[in-house]
């Protein structure tokens, strides 16, 4: 872990006690202070929040992601294509955990670089694709509902499962309370293993998508 000065530590413990971090000082941050700061927090964080947690739906998660996309579009303006809320929570009545996924959609990598800068300027760290090719995976550290956010180009494989396993389970409620089951039982086995979870649900994802047909994205 990097080693911080004051003003910087002070920061880290308030964010690692669980407040967000104030967007106006984070915005204030020099370049270098922000990027001592973001590694400071990714060392701190590395294997924390591994706790899996399913929710019956709630009805302000799309409300959620419009605050969120309010935010975002402030931002990135016309560099985004799209603003797409996918995961389960973008599905109305199925049960998730209460994280909202938000995939900032560009036309090409050429628009990446000014992305991220913006992001990293408003209260992102950049985590890189996470194991995930075609994916930039950025971390929200200020005030606002707790989301996952990723970048893809408008071609990205990624991008196309997360539409068209989002469509298929909003068209589909059977699908969608088939899913849900599955992902309850999952969260009991693998409550303190998220990365387990994960993967024990890969195989009912990748199912759905090769099944469908192109026309559903």
Not at 55 to 79: H, K, N
Not at 112 to 118: L, M, N
Not at 146 to 170: I, S, W
């Given at each position: 872990?990097?080693?911080?000065?004051?003003?910087?530590t002070?920061?880290?413990?308030?964010?690692?006690?669980?407040?967000p971090?104030?967007?106006?000082?984070?915005?204030?941050?020099?370049?270098?202070?922000?990027?001592?700061?973001?590694?400071?927090?990714?060392a701190?964080?590395?294997?924390?929040?591994?706790?899996?947690?399913?929710?019956?739906?709630?009805?302000?998660?799309?409300?959620?992601?419009?605050?969120?996309?309010?935010?975002?579009?402030?931002?990135?303006?016309?560099?985004?294509?799209?603003?797409?809320?996918?995961?389960s929570?973008?599905?109305?009545?199925?049960?998730?955990?209460?994280?909202?996924?938000?995939?900032i959609?560009?036309?090409?990598?050429?628009?990446?670089?000014?992305?991220?800068?913006?992001?990293?300027?408003?209260?992102?760290?950049?985590?890189g694709?996470?194991?995930?090719p075609?994916?930039?995976?950025?971390r929200?550290?200020i005030?606002?509902?707790?989301?996952h956010?990723?970048?893809?180009?408008?071609?990205?494989?990624?991008?196309?499962e997360?539409?068209?396993?989002?469509?298929?389970?909003?068209?589909?409620?059977?699908l969608?309370?088939?899913y849900a089951?599955?992902?309850?039982?999952?969260a009991?086995?693998?409550?303190?293993?998220?990365?387990?979870?994960?993967e024990?649900?890969?195989?009912?994802?990748?199912?759905?998508?090769?099944?469908?047909?192109?026309?559903s994205?």
């Amino acid at each position: 872990m990097p080693i911080l000065g004051p003003a910087l530590t002070n920061i880290l413990s308030d964010h690692l006690s669980g407040k967000p971090i104030d967007r106006g000082s984070w915005q204030s941050l020099h370049d270098r202070d922000r990027i001592q700061l973001s590694e400071a927090i990714v060392a701190a964080r590395s294997g924390t929040g591994n706790e899996v947690r399913i929710c019956s739906y709630d009805t302000q998660w799309p409300y959620m992601f419009a605050r969120i996309e309010q935010e975002l579009r402030s931002q990135v303006g016309a560099l985004a294509v799209a603003i797409e809320h996918v995961g389960s929570t973008a599905v109305p009545g199925l049960a998730a955990k209460p994280i909202i996924d938000i995939e900032i959609v560009i036309a090409s990598a050429y628009q990446f670089p000014p992305v991220k800068e913006r992001l990293e300027k408003f209260g992102y760290i950049h985590r890189g694709p996470c194991g995930v090719p075609d994916r930039e995976v950025f971390r929200c550290v200020i005030d606002l509902p707790v989301h996952h956010l990723y970048v893809c180009e408008t071609d990205a494989r990624p991008l196309r499962e997360h539409l068209r396993f989002r469509n298929a389970l909003r068209q589909d409620p059977e699908l969608a309370a088939e899913y849900a089951a599955l992902k309850r039982a999952l969260a009991d086995r693998y409550r303190d293993d998220r990365d387990g979870y994960t993967e024990a649900k890969t195989g009912f994802i990748r199912s759905v998508i090769e099944t469908l047909p192109v026309k559903s994205d």
